[in-house]
């Protein structure tokens, strides 16, 4: 007997006995629709035969990348191993783009040149998902400390996604027409990666793409759906290392001294009071302290203290506004502490939100509707995390950048009947559904890239310029 004509039989024993045999036709057809729509939401939407071929290679490159992750700026045998892997596809391969970045082009004859991106670095984060692929890495960072290492942000599947859907296209080439670029770009957790491309040549050593594509995993959907953010996709990122400068002395002396780490605690507090009292109430920021670096004895006041902070913004003109406002909070705390020296606030890194175009996202949901079901497309809302694909777009490379379902599908169901969250990327939890969320990614890709590619340059052209009417 199957599993389901056992649940079936199950529910027929639970029948009372008083039931008629009408009752008991209805009970057992409930049972059986509920059962169906049980299978359907774990298995996802139906996978073609052609992803499945491609999906061995796939499925191993992500085991292989998931247990060896890299951090940002020293992938290099994660690039090597994905270079390796498309040049025996036929793609044309350039390696060390912007450091250790890959592109790849396979050209097929006359059409538009559509690029598809995935990052290449993991972070440095302790797993602790108890998986059996689980990453046991230790690497050093650019500072020299030692550090665990693990992919918590999803970008070993989208790499394993990219290689099954070039592997498809490049099986497949009667289905499209153009050239399609593939980028490896490394150093997206700093969001210094596509900056170091671009600086590099990207867009005079390789063709210019007519229309770029990229996705990201997260337990905020189900495996098996994908979500489209018609404009603005993703928040502005801003992060800001600030040092503030006391009078260090014995801590049985504290007149003496001038404490760095009491002036931290204040301007830690001050800081949440931006966004609660000086942001208009309904638009969207995020002020976060992710680290505070002083001293190193119990009884010994240091002279310094670091605090190292994540700033999220959506419009231009509330990112100035909280920026001006950390400034002269630091400064303003600092002064009334007493500190002989100002405090040093180093912007040490910054990208803009990412942008969909509106027209392009649109005509790009029929051909994932199509690929994965209507009802496993969603609309989403813009997501407060960040990344630097914005600097590709800045480049004037109109894109889609969608999200894909990680959460196993029961799971996420639990979470949300309950008003609980599944660990989210940069989790030392997160870890995604992979068979379906795989399946799913490359299916996604090769249906986006098919429809771009057998479009002509001059439609593309005419589907981006009617946003503007």
């Known amino acids: 007997m199957i599993e389901s004509d056992l649940r079936l039989g199950r529910a027929a024993d639970m029948i009372p006995a008083t039931m ?136 070993d599947l989208h790499m394993a996604s990219l290689l099954g859907t070039a592997t498809i296209m490049a099986r497949s080439k009667n289905t499209w027409h153009g050239t399609l670029m593939l980028v490896g770009q490394p150093a997206e957790e700093t969001i210094s990666g596509a900056k170091a491309m671009i600086a590099d040549g990207f867009m005079k050593r390789f063709p210019k793409p007519d229309v770029g594509v990229a996705l990201h995993v997260g337990n905020n959907l189900p495996a098996g759906t994908v979500g489209i953010t018609p404009g603005v996709y993703d928040s502005n990122a801003d ?53 505070i670096r002083a001293g190193n004895k119990n009884n010994i006041i240091p002279d310094q203290a670091e605090l190292g902070l994540t700033v999220r913004t959506f419009k231009a003109a509330i990112r100035t506004q909280v920026l001006a406002a950390i400034a002269r909070i630091v400064k303003g705390e600092a002064e009334a502490a007493g500190s002989k020296r100002a405090p040093d606030i180093d912007h040490n890194e910054a990208t803009d939100s990412v942008y969909n175009e509106p027209a392009l996202a649109e005509k790009l949901r029929g051909p994932l509707e199509a690929a994965l079901g209507k009802d496993n497309v969603e609309t989403i809302d813009p997501a407060l995390a960040s990344e630097d694909y914005s600097n590709f777009v800045a480049q004037g490379i ?32 997160f870890a995604p559904d992979a068979d379906p969320a795989l399946r799913t990614g490359i299916t996604a890709e090769v249906a986006v890239l098919r429809n771009l590619l057998n479009s002509s340059r001059e439609e593309l052209q005419k589907t981006l310029a009617s946003r503007e009417q």
């Open 239 to 291: 992060s800001l290392r600030i040092t503030l400068y006391g009078k260090g002395g014995h801590g049985s002396s504290p007149h003496t001294t001038v404490d760095p780490i009491v002036l931290a605690a204040k301007v830690i507090l001050d800081l949440q009071t931006i966004v609660s009292r000086e942001v208009k109430p309904g638009e969207v920021a995020v002020v976060t302290v992710g680290y």
């Open 398 to 429: 109109p894109s889609l950048y969608f999200s894909l379902g990680g959460a196993d599908p029961a799971k996420f169901a639990q979470a949300k009947a309950a008003g609980e969250t599944l660990p989210s990327n940069h989790s030392s939890l």
């Open 20 to 155: 008629t045999s009408t009752k008991i036709i209805v009970v057992l057809a409930l049972s059986a629709s509920l059962h169906a729509q049980a299978v359907k939401s774990s298995q996802g939407p139906p996978v073609s035969k052609e992803v499945e071929a491609a999906y061995p290679d796939a499925r191993a490159l992500y085991l292989d990348l998931h247990q060896n992750p890299e951090l940002s700026s020293h992938e290099v045998q994660t690039a090597a191993k994905l270079a390796g892997r498309l040049r025996a596809l036929g793609y044309e391969v350039t390696e060390k783009v912007g450091g250790t970045g890959i592109v790849a082009v396979l050209k097929n004859g006359d059409g538009p040149t559509v690029m598809l991106r995935t990052e290449l670095d993991a972070l440095p984060v302790e797993e602790k998902t108890g998986l059996s692929y689980a990453s046991k890495v230790h690497a050093q960072d650019d500072a020299g400390r030692d550090v665990p290492v693990m992919h918590a942000c999803g970008h």
